[in-house]
C-alpha cells in the first residue's frame, strides 16, 4: 500500500520511530515523509522512505495565512501521492492532516504524543486548537493516545470518544538501548538531563537544584544534553557550567554512551506524552528521578526504578537528589536492574508497531480483501 506520514520533526521521526519505517518497507509498502528538513532526513530516505518537502510547517507559528497554506498543501499532498492510510504526529499533523483525509475520505492512524502548552492552558488559543483537534480526529481509524490523562482531558471535551487506543508511548529498542552495567565509580555521581532546553522541561529548576545540591556535594554533576530552544536559557546555563558541577553538550548523537557513563537521569518536564528520555535511561539500566506527571510516572516504580518529585518545585527536587545521593552504591544499581525489567515487560517498542500494523492491516484488508 501507499502509506503517507505526516510530522513536524525528522529527529523524532526517525528516532522514535524508526523500527516502525523499517517494518513498512520490509512489507513492502510504500512510504512517503512529509516534515521539514533536517539533519535526520538523509537517515530517512536510507531506510527506503520517499521524502516529501514541508517548508510551511512552522513548530510554533500561528500565523492564520500559513496555516491555511500548511492545509492546502496536505490536500494537495492527498491528490498527488493518492495514499491509502495516512499516519499524523504531532498538532499541527494530526488536526490539519485529519482534516483533509476525513475529506478525500482517506483512512488516517493519529497520535497524540503529549498536550501542548495551547491545549491545556484556558483561553483563546485552547478554544481553537480543542475546535482543529476535533474536526482532526472525528473520521480518524484510530487515535492512539500516549497516556491515561491525554486521554481523559481530549474526552472531557469530547475529542476521540469511540476511536481511541492507548500505547505506551513510542516504546524503547531493547536492543539498541541494552542494559549496561552500573558504574563502578562511587566518588562521583553524574546526573544526565536529555532533552530540549526549555522552561516547560524543568531546565530553571534543575540548574537551581544543581546549585544548592553543590553547597554540600563537590562530587556531584549535571550533565545537560540538548538544543537551545528558549535561548534566553543560554546565559544561565553558561553560569552554571562556570560554577564547576554543569556541563553542557550541546546535542549529541550517540546518547545511549552518555547514559552507559551516568549514575542516573533527571526528567522534571511539566508535562509529557510518555518520556522518551526515561524509558532509554531505564532501558540502559540506569535509575530515573522524574515529575510526578502523566507520561513520567508510568516510567518507574517509586523507589524501586526511580525517586519521583513535584513538579515546578525546586526544593522538592532537591529532595528527590538527595535522597538517591544518599543511597548505598549497590542500592542504585539494583534499582537501574529494576528499571530495566520494567521496560522488557511494559514498554517493548515491539508492542507499539504491532498496535499500528494491526490498524495498517485492517486498511489493507478493507480496501483489498485478504490476500
Known amino acids: ?24 518497507i520490509i512489507d513492502e509498502h510504500e512510504v512517503f515523509v512529509c516534515v521539514p528538513d533536517g539533519e535526520y532526513v538523509e537517515r530517512i530516505k536510507a531506510l527506503g522512505c520517499q521524502y516529501v518537502p514541508c517548508d510551511l510547517l512552522d513548530r510554533h507559528g500561528t500565523n492564520p495565512l500559513k496555516e491555511l497554506q500548511l492545509l492546502s498543501y496536505y490536500q494537495k499532498l492527498l491528490r498527488d501521492i493518492r495514499p491509502d492510510i495516512v499516519l499524523t504526529y504531532t498538532i499541527k499533523p494530526n488536526a490539519y492532516g485529519g482534516i483533509v483525509c476525513a475529506r478525500a475520505g482517506v483512512p488516517n492512524i493519529a497520535t497524540i504524543t503529549g498536550l501542548h502548552g495551547a491545549v ?40 476521540a470518544l469511540h476511536n481511541y487506543a492507548l500505547v505506551q508511548g513510542s516504546g ?14 562511587k566518588e562521583r555521581i553524574i546526573f544526565l538531563i536529555i532533552g530540549r532546553i526549555v522552561r516547560i522541561k524543568g531546565t530553571e529548576e534543575i540548574l537551581y537544584a544543581a546549585e544548592i545540591v553543590a553547597r554540600e556535594h563537590l562530587n556531584v554533576v549535571f550533565r545537560f544534553v540538548g538544543e537551545y530552544e528558549e535561548f534566553d536559557l543560554q546565559s544561565r546555563m553558561e553560569q552554571a557550567v562556570i ?62 526504578s526511580g525517586i519521583g518529585f513535584e513538579p ?35 514498554f517493548d517498542r515491539q508492542i507499539v508497531i504491532d498496535a499500528y500494523m494491526r490498524e495498517i492491516h485492517i486498511v489493507k484488508e478493507n480496501k483489498y480483501g485478504t490476500l
Open 243 to 304: 560554577g564547576g558541577n554543569v556541563e553542557y553538550l550541546g546535542v549529541q548523537d550517540n546518547v545511549h554512551s552518555l547514559i552507559k557513563n551516568s549514575h542516573a537521569t533527571i526528567h522534571a518536564s511539566y508535562r509529557e506524552g510518555m518520556s522518551n528520555a526515561l524509558l532509554e535511561s531505564a532501558a540502559a539500566g540506569r535509575p530515573v528521578l522524574a515529575s510526578n506527571i502523566p507520561g513520567c510516572r508510568e516510567t518507574f516504580d517509586e523507589g524501586v
Open 1 to 24: 500500500m501507499r502509506i503517507l506520514i505526516l510530522t513536524n520533526y525528522d529527529l523524532g521521526l526517525y528516532k522514535f520511530r524508526r523500527e516502525l519505517l523499517e517494518k513498512l
Open 312 to 346: 515546578k518545585n525546586v526544593d522538592d527536587l532537591v529532595r528527590a537528589i538527595k535522597e538517591f545521593i544518599a543511597l548505598p552504591h549497590e542500592q542504585k544499581a539494583a534499582m537501574g536492574r529494576a528499571g530495566r525489567e520494567k521496560m522488557e515487560r511494559e
Open 172 to 185: 524503547v529498542n531493547l536492543r539498541t538501548n541494552c542494559f549496561e552495567p552500573y558504574p563502578q565509580e
Open 120 to 159: 491545556e492552558e484556558h483561553g483563546l488559543m485552547q478554544v481553537i486548537t480543542l475546535s482543529l483537534y476535533r474536526a482532526g480526529v472525528r473520521n480518524a481509524q484510530r487515535v492512539f493516545f500516549q497516556n491515561k490523562k491525554n486521554l481523559t482531558f481530549m474526552q472531557k471535551h469530547n475529542i
